[in-house]
Structures are given as structure tokens and as C-alpha cells.
């Protein structure tokens, strides 16, 4: 990249690095990595390096960079790295990334890493969507104080990823078979079956090295075009991102011909259009209206465009798009909910359509980030600001069909406030009868539910019960209704269940 385009990018950047740490990121804050940080500017903080790589939005990305970064630190800053990992990545339930970062560490540092993560063999995965009955399974844990003092929470299966690190540390065999032996006296307690020497990874696909990837990062800008060609042919998919990206950054002016590199414009990942929209939005607004002009609309940069015009611009080009293609408006609306969630959401109202308003809020959170939890945060956070008076009288179970979906994840990202909204949505909205919810708070299963906004927010408030009992002792005193108090504070003390455990 060339010395004007690197540090054109850094100005970018430097506002929202100074806010990175927040969990309420906007879509629009993150910035596609095009270089190495610690390259770029090699006298920032660990620290700084590590918000700057939390705003990749990519996981494919993010995640071997964030490797890559770990290996080259000194190993002594590896626990406190551990520690800002866990606040950036935005989840009480952060096992994805703790199976990462464990083989990393324990191959760099195994006697620091074991102690680390010798204590987390006392937790476990709460499952806090398994108690919607009180007479079904009774809440129980190996180790409940260990589980209610702990910030997070996971399932310890996937410390085994100490293992493979152990293996491949330089540390004589004599200290890795003492190790070993005190893994296993912690793993096989619990789990019948051995554990796995090479590393094992979740759903989230967190890998610890990708094939040409950071070598994208260092090509010379005048081979990319090059390179490019051959990431294609060896299949590098996240070292062909990378290489769009920079091609990108160094020729803003390009950009369409840029573009016109992808097989399909919708295979453009939709990261190239955020930092496109960064740096040239001039050119993406032409493009995505050319697009549009030959009736091959690409609703991802609509989207996008849509939350950087104003209001009145905004309006006339959505009027403009509804009455030519009702069909087209509606599917813009869910596009443009991850990048201005208020303005969308406002919009889905003001149709007064219960379908569109239903998918509104999965739109607004899941719209962006592939299911990262700080990219999911910011529409999380605008769906519990929202006025629930402002919605149309419809019926409940059309209009909130797929509301419950959401606490599903909001309970692993933060179950106190997946909790807490709950029960504010259930009485603002009135989709259970007051009384209902305050017997069944009370311990009557004959008011409970199965798969809805009532079974979601019972089962976390029995949970954030068990788990976090002071937090929510003091949310309960500010709660205005003395019945609902009461109920509340019954359950917060005989949140077990009485089946067996």
C-alpha cells in the first residue's frame, strides 16, 4: 500500500479505535482490515492493536490476524491479552474464543496458560433454555460458587485445545507430562471420552492460520492485480478479500472496475462494500443505481447508501422504490435495518404490516457481523431502546412471531439484560396477562409456554437467578409494581425447579 494511502486509511480509522472498546459498535464503525496493525503502527499498545483487530468484521479474517498477533507478542502479555479478548468480543459465553486462544498460549506459555485454565474446569455451559417448566429438570452445577463468580461462562470440553498447544511448546517432556497429567486430572471427571491433542474448533469456524492469507497483507501494490488471479485458482478466499480490499485502497478511483473482478457483483463480500462506502462512496452510490437501472439491484449497498443520505433525500428514494416495486422496498428495508436500525425500524412501523415488522428486529441485529457478538450488540441495543407503544394494534403472534428468536442469542451475549427486557416486552406489550406471569413467577407451571417471548424470559430470569443473584436482587427493588416484586423476588430465591437434577 502506498505510504498516502496507508496513513489516509489510519486517519479513517483513529476515531472509532478510541471507542473500539465499547460494546455498542455501529456496523458503520467497523473497518475491514488492508494491512497488518502491528506493521502499520508497531508503536501502539497491545492493547490498541487488539481493538483495531475486533473491528475486522470478518471472522475469517479477524481470527487468524488476531493468531498471528498473539504469536509475535511477548509471552508475558499473553494473560492480559486473554483478559481484553474476552471483554472485545462482546459474550458471557465466549468458548469459541477461548478454544482459540488456548493452544496459542499454552504453546507459548503452558505453565501460565494451565493456570488459567485449570479454574475453568469448574464451569460449565448453563444450557439456560432447558428450565421452562418448574417441574422439569431441577438447575444444578458441579461448582455453583465457581460458576456465579465467574464473568463468563463455557462449556469446559473445549479446553482440550490446551492440549495441542502443550504439545508443540518447547518446554522439556518431563514438565509437559506433569501438565498433562494435571489435565487429565481435571478432564477426566468430567468427561468419559479422551480429549483431542490436535485443536478442535466450534461452530464459529475460528481458525488459527489461513493459506496465503498474511502474505496478502504484504504483497506490493503493483502485484495484487497478479495475485488476485492466483488466490482464485488456489481457492484463498480470505487472502483474496484482503487482496480486494488493499486494491481497493490503493485505487479508490477504481473501484467499479475493482468490482467487476468478482464472478457474480453478490459474491462481493460485503465487507469490500463497507470500506468501498468508506472510502469512495461517491462511486458505490453510481454503482449500486447503475445496478439498479438495469433492474439488478444489489440491496446490500442500497442499504448501506440509504443510512448516509438525510431524511428527506432518504424518504423520496424509498417512496420512488415502493411504488415501482413494493417486493424490492420491503427486502431494502431489512437490508438497510444493520446500518441505521432506528430510521428502518421507524419505516417497518409506518408500513403498519405485521409480516415486515415481525422480521424487522432479526434484520437489525443478524443483518451484519455473521453472528460476531460485538457486531450483533449495536442492534441488539436499539431493539430494547425501542418504544413498543409506537407499534400497530395487530395480532401478537404475527406480529412478534419471531421476536423470541432473539433473546435466544441475547441470552448468551448477556442474560441479565435478555432477562430484563423480557419482562418489560411482556407487560408493555400486554402478551401475557399480568397475572399470569406473576403466578407463574410465582411457581405455577400452569401458566408457562413453549418456544415464545414468555418461555424465553422465564427461563433467563430463572438462570440470571441462579447465576447473578445480587444484580438482580437490585433490579427487582426498582420494579414500581409490589405484586410483580413479590413474584420476582420468590423466584430469585426458589429459582431451582422441582424436578430432578
Known sequence: MKQFAARALG????PVLLHAQSEDISPLDFQP???LPWKTDPGDSFDKQLKRIFLEPDPDIRYPV?????????ATDLEAAFDACLQLEGTQCPEGLVAFFLPIWSERDPHKAWKRADPLFQLQEHHWLSFDRWGWEKIAFRNLKAMQESKFWMD?????????????SSIPASEKAVLKEAFMARWSPIYASAPSTYPTQDGLDHELEVSGLLEAFEIAPERISAEVHRSIQKKQAAALKVLMRRWLVWKPDK?????????KPE????EFLLLWLHLAPETLTEWAETRMNFNRPDLRAMGMILSRLDGKKRETRLSQIKEADP???ENLLYHWAPWDPQAAMAAAVASKEPSIISQMPHAMVFGFGRGLPNANRHGLSVFRDFDLSSLPKADKYRIFEDWYILMEHWGIIDLGESARYGLHFLLTTGYAPRGDLIKLFSGDDAFSSDSDMIDRTFCALRMWAVLQPEPMRAWIATQKDADMRKALTWLLEHPWGTGQP
Open 66 to 74: 488476531l493468531a498471528a498477533y498473539l504469536r509475535q507478542i511477548p
Open 33 to 35: 482490515l488492508t494491512s
Open 156 to 168: 469446559p470440553r473445549w479446553l482440550e485445545n490446551f492440549l495441542a498447544g502443550l504439545d508443540r
Open 267 to 270: 459474491d462481493l463480500p460485503v
Open 327 to 329: 417486493d424490492l422496498w
Open 255 to 263: 473501484a467499479v472496475l475493482i468490482a467487476a473482478m468478482a464472478e
Open 11 to 14: 486517519m479513517l480509522l483513529c
